[in-house]
């Protein structure tokens, strides 16, 4: 079922707030986990979270360690799609190296403050934030030769403009590196359209 564009911008609004709350008060209760022993219980490196700014490691939330699987040759174009903290970013951005650029894009403004100030924390220069939702990115056709996508797809109703933008902005013979929650038996149309049922 097709949620209709009303529902979809509600949707949109309420995980907007959600993941904004996040990143403005961390240790407080989420709907989502979210932090550094999340982060480790996915499978990041306990020495490379330590090595990050906690600024960005303590707002982590996703679905897997992307960033840490992706092979990232330097000197290459990176787009962390859904960036939150930026946390993926700064892994990225060490990967490219000083010839390389990282692009995170987020629609949380709070969640790129802290990207942002991870950034200037870890003296990553390489690394930029930019605000935007994901059926709507401001980048150039065939712009980035690698893109990240830790968990987005769930927390957006528009997916064909995700999929859509993503075939964009990829360059020819480019690669996307990607973690999602799937459903193993499908909701019902109430629950589909449900916002008490978004996170779940």
Same mark, same amino acid.
């Given at each position: 079922?097709?949620?209709?564009?009303?529902?979809?911008?509600?949707?949109?609004?309420?995980?907007?707030?959600?993941?904004?709350?996040?990143?403005?008060?961390?240790?407080?209760?989420?709907?989502?986990?979210?932090?550094?022993?999340?982060?480790?219980?996915?499978?990041?490196?306990?020495?490379?979270?330590?090595?990050?700014?906690?600024?960005?490691?303590?707002?982590?939330?996703? %679905?897997?360690?992307?960033? %840490?699987?992706?092979?990232?040759?330097?000197?290459?174009?990176?787009?962390?799609?859904? $960036?939150?903290?930026?946390?993926?970013?700064?892994?990225?951005?060490?990967?490219?190296?000083?010839?390389?650029?990282?692009?995170? %894009?987020?629609?949380?403004?709070?969640?790129? $403050?802290?990207?942002?100030?991870?950034?200037?924390?870890?003296?990553?220069?390489?690394?930029?934030?930019?605000?935007?939702?994901?059926?709507?990115?401001?980048?150039?056709?065939?712009?980035?030769?690698?893109?990240?996508?830790?968990?987005?797809?769930?927390?957006?109703?528009?997916?064909?403009?995700?999929?859509?933008?993503?075939?964009?902005?990829?360059?020819?013979?480019? %690669?996307?590196?990607?973690?999602?929650?799937?459903?193993?038996?499908?909701?019902?149309?109430?629950?589909?359209?449900?916002?008490?049922?978004?996170?779940?």
């Amino acid at each position: 079922m097709q949620v209709d564009s009303t529902l979809a911008d509600e949707l949109l609004d309420k995980v907007r707030e959600a993941y904004s709350k996040a990143a403005d008060s961390p240790r407080d209760p989420h709907p989502f986990p979210i932090g550094y022993d999340f982060a480790l219980s996915l499978g990041y490196p306990e020495d490379l979270l330590q090595s990050l700014p906690e600024s960005s490691v303590e707002r982590f939330t996703g %679905v897997s360690n992307v960033s %840490v699987f992706a092979e990232i040759p330097a000197g290459s174009t990176v787009l962390d799609f859904g $960036c939150g903290a930026g946390m993926d970013s700064l892994i990225a951005a060490a990967k490219t190296g000083p010839d390389g650029r990282v692009h995170g %894009v987020d629609f949380s403004p709070s969640m790129l $403050c802290y990207a942002r100030t991870g950034a200037a924390e870890a003296g990553a220069a390489n690394v930029e934030f930019q605000e935007s939702e994901g059926q709507r990115l401001p980048f150039a056709d065939g712009m980035f030769d690698v893109a990240l996508l830790n968990g987005i797809f769930n927390l957006n109703p528009y997916r064909a403009g995700l999929f859509q933008e993503l075939a964009r902005v990829i360059r020819p013979g480019g %690669v996307l590196y990607g973690a999602e929650i799937v459903l193993r038996e499908p909701m019902d149309e109430e629950e589909r359209a449900g916002l008490a049922n978004w996170f779940s």
